[in-house]
């Protein structure tokens, strides 16, 4: 069994502490624009959400990789950007359905998040939990979450036909 | 030169002339003054005439961060806003977290000076190197919120950070407030009205660069240490994210010092119903934090379906749908106790609307307090004010946080703040405040220490300015005794300089309820670079306060304005407690000024001045 990184949306106070370790890890610097886990904010709903590549078992940003610089760590199972193969094209940031491959202007290449080697920068950093790098039979754990919003925005709709 | 924390650059825009210029920081100010609220003290005191209009053009207005912003120690969200306060006509230094101050210091300054006064209704845009000027006519009049969605709209860039004035900044409003966030003020002595009187509505900041750090291996363990510390200590390890600063709600009014009715009494009937435990078990939907913080005290709250119509504001119907910040302790006391107020539900709109409209909601709320007193008391009849002010009435305190911020009937009144109103309508003793700022929520007269940080505090009456509240009912560090003189200088003068220190940093104040200097001293050095110690960093902040200090000596402030209303001087507590009690400053201010090495008046010596550099 794999470790995943695991994102609990309701535990995350918008506190940018995973934004902070990520950025340091990736360029030496406090420096959030260069982070690879990214929280969203949503003040109205009081929502706040860290979000970033969960590894998908089908690696979009792989297929559509032309030079083939986007390889899976045998240890981890991350899909980690070989810089010396990226041309910088771009194409993974536009294949990733999720956002989460970006293109970093400094090095021209592609980065996105490789756990850290196994142990992500951004879960050590979390204060409340919010983010665990834990065992699990899938990485797919955005997928039962979803499928938890779908359910009560069915809901919701269905509350609003009856009344 | 540093290799860490500072950017090195200082923004300045004239908006008279709309030149954007870009300077080097200076150096030997940056180490004597480290940042905040000290560093932009000394900009200040060297380029402004402190006798200056605070609302003309020859105010100037500095946004300063400081060299732990924007890093990842914990709490390291903080900008101050140091300028002439407009209700004060003192220096200010009027503090807020968020994300607007580590995006300042991401795009490259460390500090922004704004100077003069735009032709036409304007705000900046800052994008890294990219500063503009652009017109802000279609922001006129617009709220806080509304200037927030539109500004970052136009700004094209989902990161962009907006802080801004609402109505009450534009309407010159005197305890206006700056919003950044939509929610996180630099509040206090009418920052907002200084704004507005620039004609500027807002300031968007985006910033793609970083912070280094001068000694990453020495930062990160200090720093590590540092958050340990505050995970471990009940305040901050669990009071302040469960209860938020709300939780002291029970905790001063059965110490009887919570001020309710204008400071006639110092206990609240009901209080528990606007207490942090109250709001977390009906009102709270979520806590929040500032950049970086590991605390996480914000209050997100929302109403529920049967609150949403209560009251008779309807020009915002959609606001009482969304979750909203707050309320805070200050708050929740100011539109609560002050004015008798204990039902949640109108502290959490009129909260919300001080943000919307940005308002500072202490000195609004405390202001609206004198004038239920003048109200009750027949200094002002019901024509004048268009509606029943009584203590207790929530429907009276949701209503006139409208009427203020747009200045609408009595509301035009309140917009002046206590000290002005109260002169106007022949009852100057009404005023519950110092240098023409209102009080926070301590009774000075329930504890002493918390008398003589108003009675000396330089931008008037602040509770984040020696917290002695701390010591004198917390017991942190040590438990003191609130109701002796003894002892309250000296720990008066180290609660002032230590809180000057913190404020330079960068770090928010509420570390200090698990922390001290002891703990940010490591880091500090391991960012800049630069070695201070303990003893030094103290020094740091005794200097900050002596300049600020010089400062409003120049804007025409003496040791006589070192005093409280004669009703904390005289007026017994009458029930509760605390019964009885008086706040005997006379005891405490002259020790306070020989241990600050002031003279009989109050003013530095020259020896004072030159041992900390400023002769």
């Given amino acids: 069994m794999a470790k995943s990184l695991r994102i609990i949306p309701e535990k995350c106070t918008g506190c940018m502490q995973c934004e902070l370790a990520c950025s340091w890890v990736q360029t030496g610097m406090f420096q959030p624009s260069r982070s690879l886990i990214r929280v969203n904010i949503f003040d109205e709903q009081a929502s706040y959400a860290p979000y970033t590549c969960f590894q998908c078992d089908e690696a979009w940003c792989m297929t559509a990789c032309p030079v083939n610089a986007i390889s899976i760590d045998a240890d981890t199972g991350a899909k980690v950007v070989g810089d010396a193969n990226c041309v910088g094209c771009g194409l993974c940031t536009i294949a990733c359905p999720f956002g989460t491959v970006f293109y970093n202007p400094d090095t021209q290449k592609a980065f996105k998040c490789d756990l850290c080697d196994g142990n992500p920068a951004c879960a050590v950093a979390c204060p409340t939990g919010a983010i665990e790098y834990t065992e699990s039979e899938s990485a797919d754990w955005l997928g039962g979450w979803a499928e938890k919003v779908n359910e009560s925005y069915l809901t919701s709709i269905e509350g609003g036909n009856a009344a | 030169m540093s290799n860490g924390g500072w950017t090195g650059t200082i923004l300045r825009v004239d908006l008279t002339t709309g030149r954007i210029s870009k300077e080097s920081l200076n150096m030997d100010w940056a180490k004597s003054f480290v940042g905040g609220r000290g560093l932009a003290a000394r900009y200040l005191y060297e380029e402004m005439d402190p006798a200056a209009d605070a609302l003309g053009p020859d105010n100037k207005m500095i946004f300063a961060t400081g060299p732990m912003t924007g890093t990842n120690a914990s709490t390291s969200s903080r900008y101050m806003v140091v300028t002439k306060g407009a209700l004060t006509n003192a220096i200010t230094t009027s503090n807020s977290g968020g994300h607007w101050g580590p995006e300042l210091k991401f795009a490259g300054y460390d500090m922004l000076i704004v100077e003069g006064r735009a032709p036409v209704p304007s705000y900046i845009s800052i994008c890294d190197d990219d500063v503009r000027i652009c017109s802000a006519e279609h922001l006129w009049g617009k709220t806080v919120w509304e200037t927030d969605d539109i500004v970052r709209e136009e700004s094209g860039q989902h990161d962009t950070v907006v802080t801004c004035i609402g109505p009450a900044g534009e309407n010159l409003v005197r305890f206006a407030a700056i919003v950044n966030d939509r929610h996180r003020a630099a509040g206090r002595s009418g920052v907002g009205a200084v704004m507005g009187s620039k004609n500027l509505k807002a300031i968007a900041v985006r910033g793609t660069g970083g912070v280094p750090i001068a000694d990453p291996q020495k930062f990160m363990s200090a720093m590590w240490e540092m958050k340990s510390k505050l995970v471990e200590h009940p305040v901050t390890g669990e009071g302040l994210a469960a209860y938020g600063t709300a939780v002291l709600v029970n905790i001063i009014n059965e110490s009887g010092a919570l001020p309710t009715n204008n400071h006639q009494v110092s206990q609240l009937e009901g209080a528990d119903n606007i207490s942090g435990e109250t709001l977390a078990d009906t009102r709270l939907v979520a806590n929040k934090a500032c950049f970086g913080c590991t605390i996480a005290c914000g209050r997100v709250s929302q109403l529920p379906g049967e609150a949403q119509d209560k009251f008779t504001v309807t020009t915002r119907p959609h606001n009482w749908k969304i979750a909203v910040e707050g309320p805070e302790y200050e708050n929740a006391w100011a539109m609560g106790a002050d004015c008798g107020i204990n039902d949640l539900d109108a502290l959490i709109k009129a909260n919300a609307m001080c943000n919307e409209l940005g308002m500072d909601p202490?000195?609004?709320?405390?202001?609206?307090?004198?004038?239920?007193?003048?109200?009750?008391?027949?200094?002002?009849?019901?024509?004048?004010?268009?509606?029943?002010?009584?203590?207790?009435?929530?429907?009276?305190?949701?209503?006139?946080?409208?009427?203020?911020?747009?200045?609408?009937?009595?509301?035009?009144?309140?917009?002046?703040?206590?000290?002005?109103?109260?002169?106007?309508?022949?009852?100057?003793?009404?005023?519950?405040?110092?240098?023409?700022?209102?009080?926070?929520?301590?009774?000075?007269?329930?504890?002493?220490?918390?008398?003589?940080?108003?009675?000396?505090?330089?931008?008037?009456?602040?509770?984040?300015?020696?917290?002695?509240?701390?010591?004198?009912?917390?017991?942190?560090?040590?438990?003191?005794?609130?109701?002796?003189?003894?002892?309250?200088?000296?720990?008066?003068?180290?609660?002032?300089?230590?809180?000057?220190?913190?404020?330079?940093?960068?770090?928010?104040?509420?570390?200090?309820?698990?922390?001290?200097?002891?703990?940010?001293?490591?880091?500090?050095?391991?960012?800049?670079?630069?070695?201070?110690?303990?003893?030094?960093?103290?020094?740091?902040?005794?200097?900050?306060?002596?300049i600020e200090r010089m400062w409003n000596q120049r804007a025409g402030f003496t040791g006589k304005d070192d005093t409280l209303p004669k009703r904390l001087l005289e007026e017994p507590i009458p029930d509760g407690p605390t019964k009885g009690e008086v706040n005997r400053l006379g005891e405490m201010l002259p020790e306070y000024y020989e241990i600050r090495g002031w003279n009989a008046e109050g003013e530095p010596t020259q020896e004072k001045l030159a041992s900390l550099g400023l002769a």
Avoid at chain 2, 443 to 458: E, F, H, K, V
Wanted: proline share 4%; net charge negative.
């Fill in chain 2, 362 to 546: 202490i000195s609004f709320g405390a202001t609206l307090a004198a004038a239920m007193e003048l109200y009750e008391t027949g200094a002002v009849s019901d024509e004048q004010t268009g509606m029943p002010l009584n203590f207790g009435s929530g429907e009276a305190l949701v209503a006139m946080t409208e009427k203020a911020a747009y200045r609408e009937g009595f509301g035009d009144e309140l917009a002046e703040g206590s000290k002005r109103m109260t002169a106007k309508f022949n009852r100057p003793e009404f005023f519950m405040g110092v240098r023409g700022q209102e009080f926070p929520a301590y009774d000075a007269r329930a504890i002493q220490g918390m008398g003589l940080g108003y009675a000396t505090s330089n931008r008037g009456a602040c509770h984040l300015k020696s917290y002695t509240v701390a010591p004198e009912i917390l017991g942190i560090p040590e438990k003191m005794d609130p109701a002796v003189t003894e002892g309250k200088a000296e720990i008066t003068k180290i609660f002032q300089d230590a809180t000057c220190t913190v404020d330079a940093s960068g770090l928010c104040l509420f570390l200090t309820f698990g922390v001290g200097l002891d703990e940010i001293q490591p880091q500090l050095e391991a960012v800049t670079g630069i070695s201070y110690t303990v003893p030094e960093l103290l020094e740091v902040g005794e200097r900050v306060w002596n």
